[in-house]
């Protein structure tokens, strides 16, 4: 089952990426840390993975999926960087060489290229970081669940690393160093994702997670302000005040689960998120080239004098140009998942699930993880779930399915005592005034 509340936010990270890029408007940043949240969203769904299959598994089935795009890429840039010079290139940020062109084959370093062809390569960074969050997440999980309370240290343990970095002004060779501080900047989300998965997140007070949002997004905009990078109040040039505020923004949209039933009731909008799940990895290798072929193609149109259009045209054209590339090369993510390639994926809305016969009993094999739905009085879920095509859940198992039990009319009541004399040790790092209200 998808949860529509997550492919919503997916979505809206991705689309706030290719705004920036086009338009390169600093305070987005602010708006939507858009890359803490992608990252977030994959720490819980390979949480959600590691939870069912063994390390190994897990680990070589999201690379499988993640880089046979990237290779595609690679095989129709790299040869094109060569032929217009790359070889032969000074001072570029990547002088050729050959034992480097294994980056475009496993990212542990970021893929090279040419100045000329800076446009393919430049968002790279993110795939190779979140092959070493892949890479990582079997040993960070494990350290998750066997923490018990003291897992949020986990969450803290990267801001930790920064201070000591900063303080120490530790290097790295410069391939190293860049990875090192990536995974530094986004893993307290990452981690987070798997406070999302394992319902930890949900099980904080609202009071916590609001005063933790206001208290860790005002000091990464009190440390931007007196640590302005190239552009003013760009959080992506201040890895300390990326990671604070995209911490911040992570704890409070992913701590509830609201009703997406509006989202089903919108078929533009709702296919649009559809489309841009289905082929996120395609979009964001490609946007960039997109952005980059629009001023060559308007001054070829003779179109290059806009004026108050260029705006809305350059943006149009982006959406155009992206979709151009979807249906060129957005095929090869179905078979990197093993599905029938399509030029376009299917984004029909899915349909609305029967009426159940009888409402089933509440769960009681542990608390709900968040992103789970709620079951109503229906004994439907009413959080945004559709039916998943490809076979694999994106957050959290499917609803339980309706069992018929001699005991069921007592289970309410029985749960409702349990939680009254539980310890909240799971909470036990949280001020115990603060504690979840159950």
């Known amino acids: 089952m998808r949860n529509r509340y997550l492919d919503l936010l997916r979505a809206a990270a ?7 890029h ?9 708006v939507m840390p858009a890359m803490g949240v992608m990252f977030a969203l994959a720490g819980s769904l390979t949480a959600a ?24 890429l690679g095989l129709l840039a790299v040869p094109v ?5 790359w070889a032969h290139e000074e001072d570029g940020e990547h002088p050729f060489t050959w034992w480097k062109l294994a980056f475009w084959i496993l990212p542990l370093g970021d893929p090279p290229g040419s100045e000329l062809g800076v446009d393919s390569w430049e968002p790279l960074w993110y795939i190779r970081a979140y ?15 066997r923490m018990g309370p003291a897992c949020w240290l986990l969450v803290l343990a990267p801001f930790v690393a920064i201070m000591m970095l900063d303080r120490s ?53 009190w440390y931007q302000r007196g640590h302005q990078g190239e552009d003013a109040w760009d959080l992506n040039d201040v890895s300390e005040s990326q990671s604070l505020y995209s911490l911040a923004f992570v704890l409070l949209f992913l701590r509830w689960q609201p009703s997406m039933a509006w989202l089903g009731r919108m078929p533009v909008l709702d296919r649009a998120v559809t489309l841009l799940n289905a082929r ?18 308007l001054t070829f149109l003779a179109f290059d004098d806009l004026g108050d259009l260029e705006k809305p045209v350059t943006l149009t054209m982006t959406v155009a140009l992206t979709a151009v590339a979807v249906v060129l090369f957005g095929w090869v993510e179905d078979l990197a998942a093993r599905r029938r390639p399509q030029l376009w994926p299917d984004t029909t809305p899915p349909p609305t699930p029967p009426k159940a016969a009888e409402p089933p009993p509440p769960r009681s094999d542990g608390p709900v993880p968040a992103g789970w739905p709620e079951l109503g009085p229906d004994g439907l879920p009413h959080a945004g779930w559709a039916e998943v095509r490809d076979g ?40 115990t005034w603060w504690a979840t209200k159950e």
């Open 22 to 30: 086009l338009f390169g408007w600093s305070w987005l940043s602010i």
């Open 49 to 72: 993975s590691l939870e069912k299959r063994p390390a190994a598994g897990v680990v070589t089935s999201r690379l499988r999926r993640l880089l046979p795009p990237l290779w595609l």
């Open 280 to 297: 996120a990895v395609t979009v964001y290798l490609w946007h960039n080239l997109a952005i980059a072929a629009i001023w060559p193609i």
């Open 131 to 145: 092959v070493w969050f892949i890479i990582a997440s079997p040993v960070l999980w494990f350290l998750w669940k």
């Open 392 to 431: 694999e859940p994106v957050a959290g198992r499917p609803p339980a399915p309706p069992r018929h039990s001699a005991t069921t009319a007592a289970a309410p009541t029985e749960k409702i005592e349990l939680s009254k004399g539980r310890k909240r040790d799971e909470n036990s790092l949280i001020p």
């Open 169 to 221: 002004g530790f290097e790295l060779p410069e391939t190293a160093d860049v990875v090192m501080w990536d995974f530094v900047t986004y893993a307290a989300c990452w981690i987070t994702g798997f406070a999302h998965r394992d319902g930890r997140l949900r099980r904080l007070a609202p009071a916590t997670v609001v005063f933790l949002t206001v208290a860790l997004a005002g000091v990464a905009l």
């Open 81 to 85: 960087m060569i032929a217009f010079g």
């Open 14 to 20: 991705i689309l706030r990426v290719i705004v920036y």
